[in-house]
């Protein structure tokens, strides 16, 4: 990794930093990925998806330092392990107005912070890295507080930024909360 | 606590809602279901070499289940025996030895106490090692694989236990290589009591298309006609009552229904149908038709699957009013890589902890349990007599049978093994057959 308190040296090998204007407009697109999700305008922020998008949250076992290995028949396993197809049923659904406990509707509000960009190995893709803090609040006082990291992969459309791969670290083993629907 | 005969009415339809809420009911349900049923434990394909492990929950016991040097399996209670801390904190592992991070007591992958730090210095060579081992769980058996394990010695084995259940069940454990769980679990929280999520995955298939309404609607497929329950005809398919208290729902020919793609369907269909002659002559027909259709189980008390959609629970009770949901895939072993990994990837989005029909049962769970509060709301009865007329006996086939797969058979069967097993009846009388008056019995 390049020394990230140093400025842009105006390389975009991999693992530089981004230049000031695309790390500008990779902020922007994910300050306005948040507004979307947290209006609900689903269909709006499919728009932001690459059509090659995986979108994955991994299962973090807990384990103790030395010991890693994956044991047996425990290969890796996702809460998410979308493509865009999956990801678009998702929404649909929600269109239905069939999903009854969305109504009345959850609300959730998206603190997404610490962003970071560097330029990837992919000619006019970068890996961006960020953290979030979200709030859901249901019904009457249900409410809860999800907090972890994210690592995308965005790459330049004449459209402008394209999500084209995200994974999600959960910061929960256990997560503490009924569901995880929502996107992250 | 009310005596057990006034928690549980009319064999099996009316549960009185203290049940769902009451400390002292649930401190009965540790002692006399978790300290006394066969609990599911772990999948031999999860530990196969020898010091693997995982750590799980019996009751609100915590337990380590090892693989031994001599392939065997063995269980012990997860506390140390000095002062009580817990005594492995990884979900999952392979060593020789568990060493207590409070005073480094240390145990063997049997349990044995090998280590104990200042032995010579300040127990003075005189604590008799032999005497601290890690507590064992009394019996732990696999069937077929699936590893469960019971803290009561006198517990009839795994098999007897298994019940009217394991006909059904042999139909796809047993096929060519087996059957394995991907890990590892996710896990998530409720706030609803433990027999909730345990009736309605084993015995409410009326829920399904009301509840589940959306994502029916979106995936398609031959479930379609269940969104909204306007009308359900008989052929659909069935419930079933096992011995023991184990029950599921049944839709013929079914098993790839859930999966939300028509080529994923298409591509599970194709595999079990290039399959299904051999477990045909394996177990006749009238047997193996089960390895084609989609179940909705429950085995006793707290471990619950969908054949078919392959999603694989155990809902561990914290409490009368949470749970902690640990889910597994299940696959055949010798399934394509490609196919495991579709399973997997339809597990999580559907009934995995972000999953399109996981996410409309947890609302109605935890509301289930939760208005229990109101004092005067717990004092009155829930009910489940839907077709308690039209259940029985089947000449061909084991347990109690329903007459349509919108019946509320299996809730009552197993409220009827919950009030055996609270009023500590000896397990002759647990195991007694599924008992339900036969009133009209349908040819299936």
Redesign the interface.
């Known amino acids: 990794m390049a020394d990230q308190t140093q400025p842009s040296t105006g390389s975009t090998q991999a693992g530089q930093p981004v230049d000031q204007q695309t790390h500008f407009e990779i902020e922007r697109f994910m300050v306005r990925e948040a507004r979307l999700l947290d209006q609900d305008r689903l269909h709006e922020w499919l728009e932001l998806l690459a059509p090659d998008i995986r979108y994955q949250?991994p299962?973090q076992?807990?384990?103790?330092r030395k010991?890693t290995?994956p044991?047996?028949?425990?290969?890796?396993?996702?809460?998410?392990?979308?493509d865009y197809?999956?990801l678009e049923?998702?929404v649909?659904?929600?269109d239905?107005?069939?999903?009854?406990?969305e109504d009345p509707k959850t609300s959730s509000r998206r603190l997404i912070t610490n962003i970071d960009a560097e330029w990837s190995e992919q000619a006019g893709e970068i890996d961006a890295y960020s953290t979030f803090l979200t709030y859901r609040n249901?019904r009457q006082s249900d409410e809860t507080w999800l907090v972890g990291a994210r690592e995308d992969r965005l790459r330049k459309t004449d459209q402008g930024w394209r999500l084209v791969n995200r994974v999600i670290l959960l910061d929960q083993?256990?997560?503490?909360?009924?569901?995880?629907?929502l996107f992250l | 606590m009310k005596p057990v005969d006034e928690l549980v009415l009319e064999d099996g339809a009316y549960q009185h809602r203290t049940m769902f809420w009451n400390e002292d009911i649930y401190e009965a349900e540790l002692e006399h279901i978790f300290s006394r049923a066969w609990l599911f434990l772990t999948?031999e394909?999860?530990?196969?070499?020898a010091g693997?492990y995982?750590t799980t929950r019996m009751g609100e016991d915590k337990v380590i289940v090892i693989r031994q040097q001599d392939g065997s399996i063995r269980a012990f209670i997860n506390s140390c025996r000095h002062r009580g801390n817990t005594v492995c904190?990884?979900?999952?592992?392979?060593?020789r030895q568990f060493t207590c991070s409070y005073h480094g007591w240390s145990y063997g992958s049997n349990g044995e106490l090998i280590g104990v730090p200042l032995e010579q210095d300040a127990y003075f060579n005189q604590i008799d090692k032999s005497k601290f081992g890690l507590q064992e769980i009394a019996q732990v058996a696999s069937y077929k694989g699936m590893v469960f394990g019971t803290f009561d010695a006198s517990a009839p084995d795994l098999e007897t236990y298994l019940g009217d259940m394991r006909w059904y069940m042999d139909s796809f454990l047993d096929v060519p290589g087996g059957i394995?769980?991907?890990?590892?679990?996710?896990?998530?929280?409720?706030?609803c009591n433990w027999k909730t999520p345990a009736e309605n995955f084993g015995g409410d298939d009326y829920h399904f298309g009301w509840?589940h309404?959306?994502?029916v609607?979106?995936?398609g497929g031959p479930l379609e006609m269940l969104a909204g329950n306007t009308g359900v005809p008989n052929e659909v398919g069935f419930q079933v009552g096992s011995s023991y208290g184990h029950i599921f729902g049944f839709i013929e020919g079914g098993a790839a229904a859930l999966q939300?793609?028509p080529e994923w369907r298409e591509m599970y269909d194709n595999w079990l149908n290039s399959r299904l002659p051999g477990q045909e002559e394996k177990f006749g027909p009238l047997q193996a038709r089960f390895y084609k259709g989609h179940w909705n189980a429950n085995i006793f008390p707290n471990c619950s699957f969908l054949y078919g959609t392959n999603t694989f629970k155990v809902w561990q009770p914290r409490g009368p009013r949470a749970i902690?949901v640990y889910t597994?895939?299940l696959v055949e072993k010798e399934m394509p890589a490609e196919l495991k990994q579709m399973m997997?990837?339809s597990n999580?989005?559907t009934f995995?902890?972000?999953?399109?029909l996981?996410?409309?049962d947890?609302?109605?769970?935890?509301e289930c349990t939760q208005t229990n509060r109101g004092f005067n709301t717990r004092q009155g009865y829930c009910h489940a007599g839907m077709g308690q007329q039209n259940e029985g006996p089947h000449p061909d086939m084991p347990g109690v049978i329903s007459d349509n797969l919108m019946a509320e058979t299996g809730l009552r069967n197993f409220y009827r093994t919950w009030a055996r097993m609270v009023n500590g009846d000896d397990w002759t009388q647990i195991g007694a057959p599924a008992t339900a008056p036969l009133k009209k019995l349908r040819a299936v």
């Not at chain 1, 076992?61 to 103790?64: A, F, L, M, T």
């Not at chain 1, 044991?71 to 979308?82: E, K, N, P, R, V």
């Not at chain 1, 239905?96 to 406990?101: A, E």
């Not at chain 2, 394995?180 to 706030?191: A, F, Q, R, T, Y």
């Open positions: 949250l299962v076992e807990v384990r103790y010991d290995q044991i047996g028949s425990a290969t890796g396993t996702y809460i998410f392990d979308d197809k999956l049923m998702r649909n659904r929600m239905t107005n069939l999903v009854w406990f249901r083993r256990v997560v503490q909360d009924k569901n995880l629907h | 999948h394909s999860l530990i196969p070499e693997d995982n904190h990884a979900d999952a592992g392979n060593t394995e769980l991907i890990g590892p679990p996710m896990k998530s929280i409720l706030n509840t309404a959306a994502g609607a979106v995936m939300p793609f902690e597994w895939t997997h990837r999580a989005a995995g902890t972000a999953g399109m996981e996410s409309d947890g609302e109605n769970f935890e």
